[in-house]
């Protein structure tokens, strides 16, 4: 999982009454309170993740009325919902934790170098906690719409249990990939085993011994998923529509020699992490790859082979990235690793994707996925060659068979990035709809903000820095400068933000040129917004920017240094 998704951990839901108490709070920064004319809190902020826990830490310290409505049972976004076997980390667990806090890293031990799911609950319920942020959160809480008051100047939030908020900024922290999607197929409520999408996996344990299980997908969950599972089921039937191209994880436990050397080099680690384009410790070799004799080429892809993480991806020559030939260079070498690891040469060659060069997609990282297939229990099905034609009581039919299964597991992904947004109505000044906006695509200013939606900062939004980053490092950032923003709302006593279509206009140019420098745009994935399980999701759009983390930083601080440019106050 790790960076591949985050949106909603373990809490009490809060009663209506505590809720209604909380929402009448007044706030100590500007005097607000809950009235007709006045709105019940300075900040709302929708989602309790990562970027939602931070960014409520940071309002509280500014002395704003905040409050966090979340979907969830508690907080942890991603890591509350992704519950399912083998989800962990992909980014090494001290690059992912919090940096703001000394004391926090000081006393935060993490057991592996990439630490699962349960683990990275309890790191953020501890982080809500050490900090007091659970009293100003609202649990099981979805929200289904909010609207813009043009006079009134704030914004009206509707929940699903039909209560309604008023907020002077609206903040948006509900993650990139936290709309499952499920595949467009037939008869998917008539199954009468047990079925869920792999970001529903029950909360209470679902018992896989002697199970004929299926999995359909085989994106960065439905790896993590197949790997873990494999020796656990009775037996293991895998559609597959895409192969991916996927490498070893490498992980291990953290001991205490090396918890010590960690804890002491934070400052260098997190450094290290600033100076990379996608905020990993792992930054591009900047040799140029016609330097690099043969031998010496080999033994480079070797050791980053041999090594943890994201150097197999981030940590090569640049080239590969954007070199068309370089890069089949290096997925030949890729596909000879896939070829080592699987006994059946047939079955190797349906694992080595064939449409896409390495690297274009999201790698997963993975703990002996293909040597999964080599067991007798495990069977792969080519959904190219026998596509599934339905859903069935009991089981799955393709073109050549019908199959039965006691589970189902959709590892069919996420409406990424803007899918979230699209299961909120953002109704903003004079009543224009923000998927009506984004109908082909999102439109943003350094993808926090939208011209027609004051006041309404968007968070990991499409086209913002951290979204093709090491999440955490890059919502740091971001949070950090929504924050100075909102310091600097509060000095000048303005009610009002919004950026112009012109600002935005000249964000799009710089997306587009970005996302054109690597082969990225040649591939069809999430990144460049194509998703077969969503109606309309069959063209480009722009979603990311590519531009890396130290460019996008370097535009943020340009806006900032010239008083927020490009952004208009009240």
């Known amino acids: 999982m790790g960076n591949s998704i985050d949106s909603s951990t373990d809490g009490s839901r809060q009663s209506s009454t505590q809720s209604t108490k909380q929402s009448t709070k007044k706030s100590s920064a500007t005097g607000y309170s809950a009235g007709q004319n006045q709105p019940q809190y300075d900040a709302l902020i929708i989602g309790a993740g990562v970027s939602g826990i931070y960014q409520l830490h940071k309002l509280l310290e500014l002395g704003m009325s905040a409050t966090v409505l979340e979907a969830g049972g508690g907080a942890g976004g991603t890591w509350y919902w992704n519950r399912y076997p083998g989800a962990r980390f992909d980014s090494e667990s001290y690059t ?11 006393e935060w031990d993490w057991s592996e170098h990439f630490a699962g799911q349960p683990e990275t609950l309890r790191y953020l319920n501890h982080v809500v906690d050490r900090f007091d942020l659970r009293d100003h959160m609202q649990f099981d809480c979805r929200v289904k719409s909010s609207s813009f008051d043009d006079e009134k100047e704030f914004w009206t939030v509707c929940v699903d249990d039909g209560r309604t908020f008023t907020t002077r900024f609206l903040i948006t922290a509900i993650g990139m990939l936290s709309a499952p999607t499920l595949p467009r197929y037939s008869g998917v409520d008539t199954f009468k085993g047990q079925s869920f999408h792999t970001c529903a996996w029950p909360h209470e344990p679902v018992d896989l011994k002697d199970k004929r299980v299926a999995v359909i997908g085989t994106g960065a969950t439905g790896v993590q998923v197949i790997s873990e599972i494999a020796d656990k089921v009775g037996d293991l039937t895998v559609f597959q529509r895409r192969p991916n191209w996927c490498a070893p994880l490498h992980n291990s436990k953290i001991d205490a020699e090396t918890q010590a050397r960690i804890k002491a080099s934070y400052d260098d680690i997190f450094e290290r992490c600033r100076q990379t384009p ?21 033994e480079f892809w070797e050791q980053l082979y041999r090594s943890p993480g994201f150097g197999v991806w981030f940590g090569n020559f640049r080239d590969v990235l954007v070199d ?6 290096y997925s030949r070498f890729i596909a000879d690793k896939i070829r080592q690891r699987v006994n059946d040469p ?37 959904i190219n060659k026998t596509p599934i034609e339905s859903i069935t009581e009991t089981g799955i039919r393709t073109s050549d068979c019908d199959r039965g299964f006691d589970i189902i597991i959709y590892a069919t992904g996420f409406d990424a990035v ?25 439109i943003t200013y350094l993808g926090l903000q939208t011209a027609g939606f004051p006041n ?29 923003l909102m310091k600097y709302i509060q000095q000048h006593k303005y009610n009002r933000i919004e950026t112009s279509a012109e600002a935005e206009a000249g964000w799009g140019v710089d997306v587009r040129e970005a996302f054109n420098t690597s082969l990225l745009a040649s591939t069809r994935s999430w990144f460049t917004g194509f998703n077969s399980n969503v109606a309309g999701h069959d063209k480009l759009r722009y979603l990311i920017y590519n531009g890396g983390a130290l460019r996008y930083r370097e535009r943020l601080t340009q806006v900032a240094d010239h008083n927020y440019q490009g952004f208009h106050f009240k």
């Open 96 to 106: 992912y934790g919090y940096s703001f806090s000394k004391e926090l890293l000081a």
């Open 278 to 298: 996608g905020g990993f410790i792992h930054g591009p070799d900047r040799r140029r790859f016609e330097e690099v004799s043969e031998q010496d080429r080999l």
């Open 324 to 329: 068309e030939n370089i890069n089949a260079e």
């Open 346 to 382: 047939d079955l190797a060659e349906q694992l080595i994707p064939k449409d896409h060069g390495f690297g274009t997609r999201r790698v997963p990282l993975e703990t002996r996925y293909f040597e999964a297939y080599n067991r007798d229990n495990v069977h792969l099905v080519d």
């Open 418 to 442: 803007t899918g979230a947004f699209d299961r909120i109505e953002f109704t903003g000044s004079e009543g224009q709809k923000l998927s009506d906006k984004w109908l082909d695509g999102p």
């Open 456 to 484: 309404l900062l968007t968070l990991a939004g499409p086209q913002a820095g951290s979204v093709t980053t090491n999440f955490p490092r890059g919502i740091e950032e971001a949070v950090d400068w929504a924050t100075e």
